[in-house]
């Protein structure tokens, strides 16, 4: 493994807590497929962690809520056919998992108005399709000498 996986600052995962587990991927191979556990699970006991600030612990458990399953966070990798690649991959969606989760909350969107220049842009440029469009009106077809008259 590649070292400490930051979540963000001066906080990382604690390979002490990582919990692996390895079983074979699925899908097409050759001999190789049917001996090597290459899919990656790793989990993560959110709610039992001291490594996360009580904030940032807070925050993630209220916004992972529906992906907990008794307060374990589980990632799966099995995109590469290594397992030490699936391992750096499953540890970085993990610590990303958890910086996205225990991020602060967006700051509220302040309400404002469409600029009347803007506005008035757009009028003036739908009245000019709408011109536009009715310069193809099909009553000008049926005439004979054609629409200039000749």
């Given at each position: 493994?590649?070292?400490?996986?930051?979540?963000?600052?001066?906080?990382?995962?604690?390979?002490?807590?990582?919990?692996?587990?390895?079983s074979?991927?699925?899908?097409?191979?050759?001999?190789?497929?049917?001996?090597?556990?290459?899919?990656?699970?790793?989990?993560?006991?959110?709610?039992?962690?001291?490594?996360?600030?009580e904030v940032?612990?807070?925050?993630?458990?209220?916004?992972?809520?529906?992906?907990?399953?008794?307060g374990?966070i589980?990632?799966r990798?099995?995109?590469?056919?290594?397992?030490?690649?699936?391992?750096?991959?499953?540890?970085?969606?993990?610590a990303?998992?958890?910086?996205e989760?225990?991020?602060?909350p967006?700051?509220?969107?302040?309400?404002?108005?469409?600029?009347?220049?803007?506005?008035e842009?757009?009028?003036?440029?739908?009245?000019?399709?709408?011109?536009?469009?009715?310069?193809?009106?099909?009553?000008?077809?049926?005439?004979?000498?054609?629409?200039?008259?000749?």
């Amino acid at each position: 493994m590649s070292g400490p996986y930051v979540i963000r600052g001066s906080v990382s995962l604690p390979e002490a807590e990582l919990m692996w587990r390895f079983s074979r991927s699925s899908g097409p191979g050759g001999q190789h497929v049917n001996t090597s556990d290459s899919q990656v699970e790793l989990r993560f006991d959110l709610a039992r962690t001291e490594s996360l600030p009580e904030v940032w612990k807070q925050r993630a458990l209220e916004r992972l809520a529906g992906r907990l399953n008794g307060g374990v966070i589980t990632v799966r990798a099995s995109e590469h056919r290594s397992q030490w690649r699936n391992r750096e991959t499953a540890a970085v969606r993990m610590a990303a998992l958890l910086a996205e989760a225990s991020g602060p909350p967006p700051k509220p969107r302040r309400a404002t108005r469409i600029p009347r220049g803007i506005n008035e842009r757009r009028l003036r440029e739908k009245k000019q399709r709408s011109e536009t469009k009715r310069g193809r009106n099909a009553r000008d077809w049926g005439d004979p000498a054609g629409p200039l008259g000749v």
